[in-house]
């Protein structure tokens, strides 16, 4: 059977919003490999998303903060990452149907899962290799976190918690069966990474699910990771109290003081900010406590923070009025009698809620892979609300 070209655009999208979860360079030549084709091929024009305007704002904002910046030359990467919103783009575009749906959930679960369980396999080698030196750096809760296929555990965590928070609602309003036991793997996976802001983005993640969904249906997933979770409590105990330890290992209170750098710089470059890539350059002068070497300053930790030290308060205004408008657009779709738009809505409400609530404790919106994924999944339900009476049959 012949394949249509806007099949081959879908099937080049969803290669891409997979491969974020495997290789940034792989996400990035199938990105622009889908760029490409849909120049070439177009078979369909661009479906905006509803979020396109203040999305469109927050890059200006961008742009006008480099422009403003003492040193502009090394602010071109927030910029270069601007081809990354077209994920969502694309998502809207070729993401219209419920068999496309169900196929996106089915290849994002099993791709999140393998990398679940490699990640459970490299957390018991390096528990293994902790036990025998007793050494912090070899820890796997702490400094030795599993990374999947990923180069660090925060956007190896990222992803797994962005599938996990789409696939919760999905899988269970949408009858997926043998799924669930890949997502169940993905839960697990999620306490072995031992990444405290993920664990605290799928926690709200089931808490908006679970608004939406009987806890019958919810509970024959949760109930198994809750199993592993108590039977692992030992590890969690561990992870949590290094929190609040004495001496060289104490990245809460770090996070603290990143806080207090972030709110005066603000203050100091309230509408313009330090301009973008400029904390790490500044950080020193803002600093006011005496342990610096002990702390990790690429980014301050924090969305919110970090976009309002770099590009000021007019980037963090449209950064917040882009959520605002993803979850009133999301929370209206939940309320539609269409069950894929419903269930849609509700899968990207619950993801976005995670994003935002583990991007208290970390720049997510910074990590290419994480923030691609996210723009792909959170953008489907805005393609579902504007297909065509032929989108219904195509897939």
């Known amino acids: 059977m012949k394949v249509s070209a806007d099949e081959w655009m879908f099937r080049l999208t969803l290669a891409t919003a997979a491969a974020t979860l495997i290789s940034i360079s792989a996400a990035q030549i199938l990105l622009t490999l889908s760029l490409a084709a849909w120049a070439i091929l177009r078979p369909r024009g661009p479906r905006w998303p509803g979020y396109t305007g203040p999305l469109a704002v ?10 403003m910046s003492p040193d502009p030359s090394v602010g071109a990467g927030p910029v270069k990452k601007f081809v990354l919103f077209s994920m969502g783009l694309l998502a809207a575009t070729f993401v219209t149907t419920e068999s496309r749906l169900r196929q996106t959930v089915k290849v994002l679960v099993i791709v999140a899962s393998v990398a679940a369980l490699v990640g459970l396999i490299q957390f018991g080698f390096q528990y293994a290799e902790f036990r025998t030196t007793g050494d912090l750096a070899d820890d796997p809760m702490v400094l030795a976190r599993a990374t ?8 190896f965590g990222g992803g797994q918690m ?9 899988l269970m309003a949408l009858k997926f069966g043998a799924f669930r036991i890949g997502a169940g793997l993905i839960g697990v996976g999620l306490i072995f990474g ?17 608004a939406y969904l009987p806890f019958r249906q919810i509970g024959r997933l949760l109930i198994p990771v809750v199993i592993v979770a108590i039977l692992a409590s030992g590890f969690i105990v561990r992870r949590v109290s290094m929190s609040f330890t004495e001496g ?12 207090g750098v972030g709110v005066r710089m603000v203050r100091d470059h309230p509408f313009f900010g330090v301009g973008p890539e400029r904390v790490v350059s500044e ?18 930790h924090n969305n919110f923070l970090q976009i309002a030290a770099e590009r000021g308060l007019i980037g963090l205004i449209a950064f917040i009025w882009l959520f605002l408008r993803i979850g009133l657009d999301m929370i209206r ?6 069950p894929v738009r419903k269930w849609a809505s509700v899968a990207a409400l619950s993801l976005s ?9 970390e720049y997510n919106f910074g990590d290419s892979e994480v923030l691609m994924l996210f723009l792909f999944l959170v953008s489907i339900p805005y393609g579902i609300m504007a297909r065509e009476p032929h989108d219904h049959d195509a897939g």
């Open 58 to 67: 927050f890059m200006l904002a961008t742009l006008l903060s480099l422009a």
């Open 148 to 155: 999947g296929f990923m180069g660090h555990w925060m956007t």
């Open 162 to 170: 962005l599938v996990w928070s789409a696939a919760l609602p999905l």
């Open 194 to 210: 031992f990444t405290r802001s993920v664990w605290i983005g799928a926690f709200a993640a089931v808490a908006v699910a679970a």
């Open 248 to 259: 060289n290992f104490a990245p809460d209170t770090g996070r603290i003081e990143m806080a």
């Open 283 to 300: 950080f020193e002068a803002y600093y006011r406590g005496e342990d610096i070497d002990n702390l990790y300053i690429g980014h301050l």
């Open 333 to 338: 779709g939940a309320r539609s009698t269409d």
């Open 353 to 361: 809620t995670a994003f935002l609530s583990a991007g208290l404790f």
